[in-house]
């Protein structure tokens, strides 16, 4: 009877052994950790570049997320595995920074159970290679019909022209540079009347004119100028050349040289394309009082295309025309030594969507301007065609005070010479002195007999003048030296040249009904020429197709900024955005 009770017992006891370890055996088991693998070699990487790099992980838990972190630059994750899966590559994408030197890219893989493991690529930021240059010199058959590719930087070798019946295409992306030198050794480029130049950058690769010692990352100040010459324009459009038989040779370069002349009769001339062009740090000077602006347009004609182009710190003006009929879209002048806009010879064409940023630290010359608008030269003053440019959507802005200068030499705007066009829907910002307007009574038109100074071209017609000059719907603020309340156009405008002070009330009156006198208020950093005021979008003339030029569009507000638009028209392809963003 022991023994069966003894047999009995331990049949219990195995029994019990035996459910604890079925019990065991089958409880799920917990999966082991992910596992990420790195390259196992250096990922080389040029510098502000991206590269894409692999990690291969094992997840047996089943994947749930992945996050990439970096050190010399940036990281994000291109692609990685679907929920679950247990294995597979995540692909990172390191973009470099602008140092050359050492980089990581670190992946931490977590899976379902939150288990977690991570690795790191080790990342070798190289330098840009140095891009092979070209130099180009001058030449009597000029540089002929070529292409000039973006993965060369072109030097110019003095004063190279394209000439009569030649095209330059000019890739984007594509790097230009001047020799420096003034006088005989200054450089420039120059596309002489017949010939055209094709210079079509984008906002990702402007293509940009510079000098020599610019390497585009710091090497020059940004207020450097003179450091080469600049960008010439000749076309076969009319100016108000009468007594040179409408051809004159251009500012800029010897008279003896004949492919500097420009002027002709056809004003829809095309000289070719100029798309997200950037020239900078030019106007070298060849002579007395005659200095290579940053861009040069003599009597080119309405068929070229000028759209989104920077000036950038140039000795003299920014754009100065000519005479003809172009329509400059979309420009940048900033730093310019000398005037921002200069206007002369009967130049009738359109301007909207431009910007001018004046800095008193830079002013080179005695009587920088905002805009100087003049009509014709000398004897040509009152000849046609006159200067009808409509101005529309501009803004003149300056910054700092030119202590040094009198109020009649820093004006905002200074008309004269015959000057007939409008500033329509602009914004006038921060100058020292007024807009000045010449009224003359020795400056008459053979053809009407009567007198063609701009006082005359603003009176009305049934007064006795030409009714063309208008200054309308801007928005005005001046500096502190002058008045910016609703009596202030006794301070803001001057009529020159003239004593009777009945006159110049007579303007002052209906400026005072025309325009209004308010703070923009612009922003500040990547906002700096961004005006936030109501008043940018009141008051805004209409209809600007019909009533001046068939290529104006009404934009809906005033100033060359649309303060609805996330970025300004020169975000991220000009040295003006990199200047107000540092």
Not at 30 to 37: F, G, Y
Not at 301 to 311: A, C, F, K, M, Q
Not at 481 to 504: K, P, W
Request: with cysteine.
């Amino acid at each position: 009877m022991k023994k069966l009770h003894f047999f009995l017992f331990a049949t219990l006891i195995m029994g019990a052994v035996i459910l604890n370890s079925c019990s065991k055996n089958d409880s799920p088991s917990v999966a082991d950790a992910p596992s990420v693998s790195a390259p196992s070699v250096n990922t080389d990487v040029q510098v502000a570049t991206d590269v894409d790099v692999t990690f291969n992980v094992s997840v047996p838990g089943g994947y749930n997320s992945a996050t990439a972190n970096a050190t010399g630059g940036s990281a994000t994750i291109k692609s990685e595995l679907t929920a679950g899966a247990t294995s597979g590559d995540v692909v990172v994408t390191f973009t470099a920074d602008s140092e050359v030197g050492a980089g990581s890219v670190s992946l931490t893989v977590t899976d379902a159970n939150s288990k977690s493991d991570n690795a790191t690529a080790t990342m070798n930021k190289t330098a840009e290679p140095a891009m092979p240059t070209k130099d180009v010199y001058a030449s009597a058959d000029g540089i002929g019909t070529v292409t000039w590719s973006a993965d060369t930087i072109y030097v110019l070798r003095g004063f190279i022209f394209v000439n009569d019946g030649q095209t330059l295409t000019i890739e984007p992306g594509t790097i230009i540079k001047g020799q420096p030198g003034q006088g005989a050794g200054a450089s420039a480029l120059i596309v002489a009347r017949g010939a055209k130049i094709m210079a079509e950058g984008t906002a990702d690769k402007p293509i940009i004119m510079t000098g020599l010692a610019d390497d585009l990352n710091g090497s020059v100040p940004d207020d450097a100028n003179q450091t080469w010459g600049g960008l010439i324009i000749l076309g076969k459009a009319t100016t108000s050349n009468v007594a040179e038989g409408g051809e004159k040779s251009i500012e800029g370069i010897p008279e003896t040289e004949t492919r500097g002349l420009y002027g002709g009769t056809d004003d829809t001339d095309n000289s070719g394309v100029l798309k997200y062009v950037s020239v900078r740090h030019g106007g070298s000077v060849i002579g007395a009082d005659n200095e290579i602006n940053g861009i040069s347009l003599g009597a080119v004609g309405s068929g070229t295309t000028l759209d989104h182009i920077e000036v950038f710190s140039n000795f003299d003006d920014g754009i100065e025309f000519f005479g003809g009929a172009p329509n400059l879209r979309h420009a940048v002048l900033s730093y310019t030594g000398d005037d921002g806009l200069d206007e002369d010879e009967g130049f009738h064409g359109t301007v909207q969507y431009a910007l001018v940023w004046k800095k008193a630290s830079v002013n080179e010359s005695s009587d920088p301007r905002g805009s100087e608008d003049d009509g014709g030269v000398g004897a040509n003053e009152a000849a046609r065609p006159f200067a009808t440019v409509a101005n529309v959507n501009v803004t003149l802005y300056n910054e700092g005070t030119n202590d040094n200068l009198t109020p009649s030499n820093k004006q905002t705007i200074y008309m004269r010479d015959g000057w007939a066009g409008r500033w329509i829907n602009s914004v006038f910002y921060g100058f020292d002195g007024p807009i000045d307007m010449e009224r003359r009574t020795d400056k008459i038109n053979a053809t009407d007999n009567k007198s063609a100074s701009c006082y005359d071209m603003w009176l009305p017609v049934a007064d006795g003048g030409y009714g063309t000059l208008k200054i309308e719907n801007n928005l005005i603020y001046t500096n502190n030296a002058f008045s910016n309340d609703s009596t202030g156009f006794a301070n803001m405008f001057q009529l020159s040249d003239e004593t009777d002070a009945a006159l110049e009330y007579n303007v002052e009156k209906y400026l005072m009904a025309k325009n209004k006198i308010g703070d923009p208020a612009f922003g500040t950093g990547a906002q700096k020429f961004t005006p936030t005021s109501a008043d940018i979008t009141t008051d805004v003339a209409t209809g600007l197709a019909s009533a001046y030029n068939v290529s104006l569009e009404d934009a809906g507000f005033k100033g060359a900024v649309d303060p609805n638009a996330t970025t300004p028209f020169f975000a991220n392809w000009t040295k003006t955005w990199e200047v107000i963003n540092n």
